[in-house]
C-alpha cells in the first residue's frame, strides 16, 4: 500500500477555492438589501443584481393569469429571440436600418390592405408606441382638418368638440384635455353600454372634429355600430351639410373583426371612415410597445403634422409623440404576420372566441351571475351578479380569485350606469381550454365559500377599475 505524506498548505488554490463557492444568497448584495430611494454608493456582480431584481418580480401577479388585460402576454420562443436581438435598434435611425424601415412599411401596407383601403386611394400610416399614441396621432389630424375648414369659411376655431361613447379608453380623454378639445361622451342608458347612431348625432355640431366608434369597448367587448353611425352621418350631412368625419378606435377589434366578422362593416369599405388606430400589443399578438394608425389617403393627414427632419444622414418624414424607440416591436409584428398570415390570425382569433363563449356559458351556469355579454365579438365577456345575491358583491368574487392567482377586474359602470357593478374576463393567445376549466373551478369554489358569509364583507379601499 502506497505511503502518502501531507501535501504542503497552498495559498493559492484555498483563495481561489473560496471564489469559486461564494455562495449567491450570502454575499453582501443579497444580505443587505438592495437600494431602493437613492444610488447606491458601490454596485455588484451582474449574476446578484439579476437574482436581486428577479426575486421581487416574482412578486407580481402571473401574466399569463392576468384576465384583466388585453395586452399579449404570449409569444412563441422565435420571436422572443427576434425581439431581444432587435433591442437594440433604434426605430427612428431610417437610414441606419433601412431594414427594420422596410420591415414597418410592409406591416402598414398589410394593415391597409386588411382594412380594406380602396385600390384608388393611396393610404399612408405608422407604427406608435401604442394604440393611445395612436388614437392621438388621428385626433390630431381630425382637429388640424377641421380648423382648416373653419378657417376657410371664416369661422371661429376656438370651440372644437368630440364625440364618443362614455365607454372609451382614458387616451382619448388625454386627447381632449391636451388639444383643448371639448369632450361629448355620450352616457349608457338601461341596456346600452356604448354609443350609438342616435345619440352619436344629436352631439353633432359645425365645431364637431370627429366621432370615435370603438370596435371592441373595454367594459364589456362589445362592437360599436360603425356603420349605423355612419349611415346617420352621411344623412346628417344630407340634411343640414355638415360633415363630420369619423376616426375608429380599433385598439383590439380591428386585429379580430378581420378575420372572424368579415361581414360587419366598420373600416374603410365605409368612406366617412378617415382614419383607424390598432393595438399591435394586443390581439395583434405581440408583447407590450406597439400600435398603428392608418388614414385613408394623403388628404385626410394634414402636410403640415408631417415633420421632415434631417437625422443622422437622411431625410426623414415622421409623424409621432414620441422619437426615439426600439425597432424590435416592429420586428415582432411582422414576424407575427408572415409567421401566421391571414388563416393563422384567424385560428388563433377564433380559439380565443370559443374559449371565451365556453367560460361564459359556464359562468351563466354557476347560479349567482348573469352576462352582460359572452364573448362572441371581442374574446372578452362582462357578467355581474344577480340582483337576490346581497352577502357578497362582485369585488369580493375578484379578491377570492386574485387569492388563487387569477387576476379578474370587478369595476362599476360609468355614467348613467354607476348601479352596475361588473367583472370582465378578457381572453388571449395563450388561454386554452385547460386553463380555462381551472378558472372555472376556482370561481365555482370562490362562490360556494361566499355563499356561506353571513352578513356582507368589508370592501377594500380603491375598490374600481382603470382600463
Given amino acids: 500500500m502506497a505511503l502518502h505524506r501531507k501535501a504542503p498548505h497552498s495559498h493559492d488554490i484555498q483563495t481561489a477555492a473560496r471564489g469559486a463557492i461564494d455562495p449567491i444568497f450570502a454575499r453582501a448584495g443579497e444580505l443587505a438589501g438592495a437600494a431602493k430611494h437613492e444610488l447606491p454608493a458601490e454596485g455588484m456582480r451582474p449574476d446578484t443584481a439579476y437574482q436581486v431584481v428577479h426575486d421581487e418580480l416574482m412578486l407580481d401577479g402571473n401574466a399569463r393569469l392576468n384576465l384583466a388585460t388585453f395586452v399579449t402576454t404570449w409569444m412563441e420562443p422565435q420571436a422572443q429571440q427576434l425581439m431581444a436581438e432587435t433591442f437594440d435598434k433604434n426605430m427612428i435611425d431610417k437610414d441606419e436600418y433601412p431594414r ?108 364637431t372634429i370627429g366621432v370615435i366608434p370603438v370596435l371592441g369597448s373595454t367594459f364589456d367587448g362589445s362592437y360599436e355600430p360603425v356603420e349605423e353611425i355612419c349611415a346617420a352621418l352621411d344623412q346628417l350631412q344630407a340634411d343640414t351639410g355638415l360633415d363630420v368625419p369619423v376616426h375608429v378606435d380599433g385598439a383590439s377589434g380591428a386585429f379580430v373583426a378581420p378575420f372572424l366578422d368579415p361581414n360587419v362593416m366598420w373600416d374603410f369599405r365605409l368612406p366617412r371612415v378617415q382614419s383607424i388606430n390598432a393595438s399591435g400589443h394586443k390581439y395583434g399578438l405581440v408583447y407590450p410597445g406597439v400600435g398603428w394608425v392608418v388614414w385613408r389617403n394623403p388628404e385626410a393627414l394634414p402636410e403640415d403634422l408631417v415633420f421632415r427632419v434631417n437625422y443622422l444622414g437622411g431625410e426623414m418624414p415622421t409623424f409621432s409623440l414620441n422619437f426615439s424607440r426600439p425597432g ?111 378558472l372555472v373551478d376556482d370561481l365555482a369554489t370562490s362562490v360556494e365559500y361566499l355563499k356561506r358569509v353571513e352578513g356582507s364583507l368589508p370592501a377594500e379601499p380603491g375598490e374600481g377599475f382603470h382600463h
Avoid at 116 to 125: I, K, Q, R
Avoid at 343 to 360: C, F, I, K, L
Avoid at 393 to 414: C, H, N, Q
Fill in 100 to 207: 427594420t424601415a422596410d420591415l414597418e412599411m410592409r406591416c402598414v401596407n398589410m394593415l391597409a390592405r386588411l382594412w380594406h383601403s380602396p385600390d384608388g386611394e393611396e393610404a399612408t400610416g405608422t407604427s406608435t408606441t401604442g394604440s393611445s399614441e395612436a388614437a392621438m396621432l388621428g385626433g390630431m389630424a381630425l382637429k388640424w382638418r377641421w380648423r382648416e375648414r373653419m378657417r376657410k369659411a371664416g369661422k371661429p376655431t376656438d370651440s372644437p368638440n368630440m364625440v364618443m361613447g362614455i365607454n372609451v379608453q382614458v387616451c382619448w380623454e388625454k386627447f381632449c384635455r391636451y388639444w383643448d378639445i371639448e369632450m361629448r361622451l355620450v352616457p349608457m342608458e338601461g341596456d346600452r353600454f356604448h354609443l350609438d347612431a342616435a345619440e352619436a348625432v344629436k352631439q353633432c355640431d359645425e365645431n
Fill in 328 to 438: 424590435n416591436q416592429i420586428v415582432a409584428q411582422y414576424y407575427n404576420f408572415i409567421r401566421l398570415g391571414f388563416d393563422g390570425y384567424r385560428r388563433v382569433q377564433q380559439a380565443a372566441r370559443d374559449v371565451a363563449t365556453y367560460v361564459s356559458a359556464k359562468v351563466a351556469s354557476m347560479g349567482p351571475f348573469q352576462l352582460i355579454t359572452d364573448g362572441s365579438e371581442l374574446p372578452v365577456f362582462a357578467f355581474a351578479l344577480k340582483p337576490e345575491i346581497t352577502n357578497y358583491t362582485v369585488f369580493d368574487v375578484s379578491r377570492m380569485m386574485r387569492e388563487k392567482g387569477w387576476l379578474i377586474p370587478a369595476y362599476r359602470f360609468p355614467a348613467n350606469r354607476e348601479d352596475l357593478a361588473a367583472l370582465r374576463i378578457v381572453v388571449k393567445n395563450g388561454f386554452t381550454r385547460d386553463l380555462a376549466d381551472f
